[in-house]
């Protein structure tokens, strides 16, 4: 029997210097913990910004937290002469476990295009690193080829010419969701996320199946629980609601096992 643990990621972006971070990851680990938060159905998730990493892996260590933390980004060469990169076996050595992939602000501001992205993962892959692949259409996009068509295409590229594929996880974000209060309804989340199963299946066979799939854009505890219902849904990947940590706990406490 396998199962799809749900996933409750939260992306910080550039907010939060060390000290901020430990504090919150902290005061969310209590939360989480009054609210008998039981992290073997439920795996929770922070990715804080690269300088607070080295703390939040000190805290989590002595203090036994079971929160898992995660990297907004990663290099996709392993060492050498790339001024201000970070590698993948860096990120290795501070217990990191996700690694955001391909985060629609990284492909927008800093042109990451699908073949930067499919070596980014690679370079999970190589450093052991479980690599969160994110996909989504710009608003102009779904209104020129409708929800699912980049999402498809941005997985698939990304998957592509490994020699195998090891552990990932997607995150759809529809790009016109994110930070601007606007939701997918679940319904529409649900169904991309169905296309996207559907087309790793496809190409890669079995391996869709155990995928944990994400969805992300402006989620918050009143609206989670309508995505978290879909067939398709594994978790979500919260932004600027992962901030404050009644907010995200609330957002943890949906549990929802797949079992296959
Ligand atoms: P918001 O939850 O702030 O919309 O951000 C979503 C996101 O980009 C998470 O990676």
Redesign the pocket.
């Known amino acids: 029997m396998t199962e799809r643990i749900p996933l409750i990621a939260g992306?910080w972006k550039m907010n939060l210097d060390h000290l901020q971070s430990i504090a919150l990851i902290q005061k969310l680990a209590w939360t989480l913990n009054e609210k008998g938060h039981d992290f073997k159905d439920v795996e929770v998730s922070v990715f804080p910004p690269f300088t607070a990493l080295r703390s939040a892996q000190t805290l989590i260590d002595a203090e036994k937290f079971e929160l898992n933390i995660g990297a907004q980004d990663i290099s996709q060469h392993s060492v050498g002469a790339f001024t201000g990169e970070i590698s993948g076996s860096m990120l290795a050595k501070l217990a990191v476990k996700y690694v955001l992939v391909g985060?629609s602000e990284r492909r927008q501001y800093h042109n990451e295009t699908d073949e930067l992205v499919q070596q980014k993962v690679a370079a999970c892959f190589s450093a052991n690193l479980t690599p969160i692949i994110?996909v989504g259409e710009t608003q102009s996009e779904l209104e020129s080829h409708g929800p699912s068509a980049v999402p498809v295409r941005q997985i698939l590229a990304a998957l592509q010419g490994h020699e195998s594929l090891k552990e990932f996880v997607v995150a759809y974000?529809p790009v016109w969701?994110?930070?601007t209060g606007e939701v997918a309804t679940p319904e529409q989340a649900e169904q991309v996320a169905q296309e996207i199963r559907k087309a790793i299946q496809e190409v890669h066979g079995e391996v869709a199946e155990q995928v944990r799939i994400l969805y992300?854009?402006?989620?918050k505890s009143v609206n989670v629980a309508g995505f978290m219902q879909g067939p398709n849904i594994d978790g979500v990947?919260?932004?600027?609601?992962s901030l404050d940590s009644d907010e995200f706990a609330g957002i943890a406490r949906y549990k929802k096992h797949i079992v296959l």
């Open positions: 992306n985060h994110c974000e969701a994110i930070g992300g854009g402006s989620v990947l919260v932004g600027g609601a």
